[in-house]
């Protein structure tokens, strides 16, 4: 019987212009263990050891010092062999360990007699560092969970994450930022003050496989750039948990086209000034912009205020419809934003009729608070020929579910599939690294954007997008709702992440940044 050929990916940079697998910490565990019963004993710490030790050279190849902190377990190993080899090449180590040598698994103890016989340099306290050298962060891992608490903590441990945290010098993660959740990108109890922005540039090298954690929640702060090595393990043979979005398909456009084309997007909203001094006609308005500069063919805008028209000179391309005259199973209607309390009343009829349909902002909030819009809500997912989108927050997607904001996003990913499930729809849950998530669908998380995007509106913008997207596509369904969410949703990310200019980014100027 021939041989099999080895599997050789290497090391990968993780960019957001290309789709990944996402395997969360039990398959992992699986894939972990598969590979170690078919390998020489000690073969994948020092696969990883060798990775880090790569990596680490690479991002500070003229360092004076490299500071190792190393835990008590498996991932202290994987540092500690890195350790003796960038030792043995002769550059400036210096490792912290938290481990015994009586509680160390048996890898992780080789790895530390490896370090001990190579003369590695222990030491009680971290040196000092400067922006030149490099903090690497060998601590904990991946078996951290929500419900898992550091028992007794070393008090050294937070001291040390502390100050790679405050350190000039950047850090480099193995396999996962310590105190992170790898499902989630939520931090273990115990773990929540290091939530937010570090002093200087952090990577991860993710082992075996990506963790969602790492593009979600607090994770794409807690990681920085993601790399990838999977120490010539093949992955691909086991289910992945979820995939990070890559960019969408350019659709090329027939010369001989017009523009019943590219499909038709009514948007509904934009809650007028006199109903209860609260004017939101410019969320709708944006909207329709946004679908507009996305290349729908004809957008109609139905205000919910008849004395708005006078606002629209900048947008004469624009059509302006009463809801009455709307004929809604035409095109994608976008039915919410702005629309205040006012929507209410419209959405039994756009539940019903529209075939394509994004519902966003108060049209969430107000099936929240009605238990016979939900039920028509879910009465969609039964007919094959609809396609439905909800584009919900934290907060909008925790009433649906009748919990917390915090609980959402305890476990995005969990939430946003609870949701697709119970509405039989695709949910995109906004955020960091939003989700993207359907019923019989492995759910996506979009590795765009950037903080430019809080600010008021660009939900907005999405939603018209989003709308545009689902217009443009041949037929309504399931899957078409589906990839027209991801597909916006990486657009509308792209343009921030490609802001460059002096202006700064306002949801008027990322609608108008927008393409087909």
Same mark, same amino acid.
Request: proline content about 6%; overall charge neutral; aromatic content about 2%.
């Given at each position: 019987?021939?041989a099999?050929?080895?599997?050789?990916?290497g090391?990968?940079?993780?960019?957001?212009?290309?789709? &990944?697998?996402?395997?969360?910490?039990?398959? +992992?565990?699986?894939?972990?263990a598969?590979?170690?019963?078919?390998l020489?004993?000690? +073969? !994948?710490?020092?696969?990883a050891?060798?990775?880090?030790?790569r990596?680490?050279?690479?991002?500070?190849?003229h360092?004076?010092r490299?500071?190792?902190?190393? $835990?008590?377990?498996?991932?202290?190993?994987?540092?500690?062999?890195?350790?003796?080899?960038?030792?043995r090449?002769?550059?400036?180590?210096?490792?912290?360990?938290?481990?015994?040598?009586?509680?160390?698994?048996?890898?992780?103890?080789?790895?530390?007699?490896?370090?001990?016989?190579?003369?590695?340099?222990?030491?009680?306290?971290?040196?000092e560092?400067?922006?030149?050298?490099?903090?690497v962060?060998a601590?904990?891992?991946?078996?951290?969970?929500?419900? +898992?608490?550091?028992?007794?903590?070393?008090?050294?441990?937070p001291?040390?994450?502390?100050?790679?945290q405050?350190?000039?010098?950047?850090?480099?993660?193995?396999?996962?930022?310590?105190?992170?959740?790898?499902?989630?990108?939520? &931090?273990a109890?115990?773990?929540?003050?290091l939530?937010?922005?570090a002093?200087?540039?952090?990577?991860t090298?993710?082992?075996?496989?990506?963790?969602?954690?790492?593009?979600?929640?607090?994770?794409r702060?807690?990681?920085?750039?993601?790399?990838?090595?999977?120490?010539?393990v093949?992955?691909?043979?086991?289910?992945?948990?979820?995939?990070?979005? $890559?960019?969408?398909?350019?659709?090329?456009?027939?010369?001989?086209?017009?523009?019943g084309?590219?499909?038709?997007?009514?948007?509904?909203g $934009?809650?007028?000034?006199?109903?209860?001094?609260?004017?939101?006609?410019? /969320?709708?308005?944006?909207?329709?912009s946004?679908?507009?500069?996305?290349?729908?063919?004809?957008?109609?805008?139905?205000?919910l205020?008849?004395?708005?028209?006078?606002?629209?000179?900048e947008?004469?391309e624009?059509?302006?419809?009463?809801?009455?005259?709307?004929? !809604?199973?035409?095109?994608?209607?976008v039915?919410?934003?702005?629309?205040?309390?006012?929507?209410?009343?419209?959405?039994?009829?756009?539940?019903?009729q529209a075939?394509r349909?994004?519902?966003?902002?108060d049209?969430?909030?107000?099936?929240? /608070?009605?238990?016979?819009?939900?039920r028509l !809500?879910?009465?969609?997912g039964r007919?094959a020929?609809?396609?439905?989108?909800?584009?919900?927050h934290?907060?909008?997607?925790?009433?649906?579910?009748?919990?917390?904001?915090?609980?959402?996003?305890?476990d995005?990913?969990?939430?946003a599939?609870?949701?697709?499930?119970? &509405?039989?729809?695709?949910?995109?849950?906004?955020?960091s690294?939003s989700i993207?998530?359907?019923?019989?669908?492995?759910?996506?998380?979009?590795?765009?954007?950037?903080?430019?995007?809080?600010?008021?509106?660009?939900?907005?913008?999405?939603?018209?997008?989003?709308?545009?997207?689902?217009?443009?596509?041949?037929a309504?369904?399931?899957?078409?709702?589906?990839?027209?969410?991801?597909?916006?949703?990486w657009?509308?990310?792209?343009?921030a992440?490609?802001?460059?200019?002096?202006?700064?980014?306002?949801?008027?100027?990322l609608?108008?940044?927008?393409?087909?």
């Amino acid at each position: 019987m021939p041989a099999r050929r080895r599997h050789n990916a290497g090391m990968q940079r993780i960019t957001a212009h290309q789709s &990944y697998a996402l395997h969360d910490t039990a398959a +992992t565990r699986r894939i972990e263990a598969a590979a170690a019963a078919a390998l020489p004993e000690h +073969t !994948l710490m020092q696969r990883a050891g060798r990775a880090t030790a790569r990596l680490a050279l690479a991002l500070a190849p003229h360092a004076r010092r490299i500071w190792i902190a190393c $835990g008590g377990g498996n991932n202290g190993g994987d540092g500690l062999e890195a350790a003796m080899l960038l030792h043995r090449a002769g550059h400036p180590v210096v490792v912290t360990w938290l481990g015994t040598p009586a509680t160390l698994p048996a890898d992780a103890r080789q790895s530390w007699q490896r370090a001990l016989d190579a003369g590695v340099h222990f030491a009680g306290e971290p040196p000092e560092l400067g922006a030149q050298d490099l903090c690497v962060d060998a601590l904990l891992g991946i078996g951290l969970s929500a419900q +898992t608490r550091a028992h007794a903590p070393d008090p050294r441990l937070p001291q040390w994450l502390a100050r790679m945290q405050a350190s000039a010098a950047p850090t480099l993660c193995v396999d996962l930022p310590s105190g992170l959740i790898a499902d989630s990108g939520q &931090y273990a109890p115990g773990f929540e003050a290091l939530a937010g922005p570090a002093r200087s540039a952090r990577h991860t090298l993710s082992l075996l496989t990506l963790k969602p954690g790492l593009f979600t929640a607090h994770g794409r702060d807690a990681a920085g750039q993601v790399w990838l090595d999977d120490l010539d393990v093949d992955a691909h043979a086991s289910p992945a948990s979820a995939r990070l979005a $890559g960019p969408p398909t350019a659709a090329a456009r027939p010369h001989a086209s017009h523009k019943g084309s590219h499909g038709d997007v009514a948007v509904i909203g $934009g809650e007028g000034l006199g109903a209860r001094g609260l004017g939101m006609t410019g /969320a709708a308005l944006l909207a329709a912009s946004a679908a507009l500069h996305a290349g729908a063919g004809r957008v109609l805008l139905a205000l919910l205020d008849d004395g708005a028209s006078s606002a629209l000179p900048e947008l004469p391309e624009l059509m302006l419809r009463r809801v009455e005259a709307l004929r !809604l199973e035409q095109g994608a209607v976008v039915c919410g934003c702005g629309g205040g309390a006012a929507v209410a009343a419209r959405l039994p009829a756009v539940l019903q009729q529209a075939q394509r349909l994004v519902l966003d902002a108060d049209a969430l909030n107000a099936i929240a /608070a009605d238990a016979e819009l939900q039920r028509l !809500l879910s009465e969609r997912g039964r007919h094959a020929d609809c396609a439905t989108v909800l584009t919900p927050h934290p907060l909008e997607a925790a009433r649906l579910l009748a919990t917390s904001a915090a609980a959402v996003q305890a476990d995005r990913l969990a939430a946003a599939q609870a949701l697709a499930d119970r &509405y039989q729809c695709t949910v995109l849950l906004k955020g960091s690294g939003s989700i993207i998530a359907a019923p019989g669908q492995l759910p996506h998380i979009n590795p765009t954007g950037n903080a430019l995007l809080a600010t008021g509106g660009t939900g907005d913008v999405l939603a018209g997008l989003v709308g545009a997207r689902l217009a443009a596509g041949p037929a309504a369904s399931a899957a078409a709702a589906f990839d027209a969410a991801t597909q916006a949703c990486w657009q509308h990310g792209a343009v921030a992440d490609d802001w460059r200019a002096p202006q700064a980014l306002t949801a008027s100027r990322l609608a108008q940044s927008l393409h087909p």
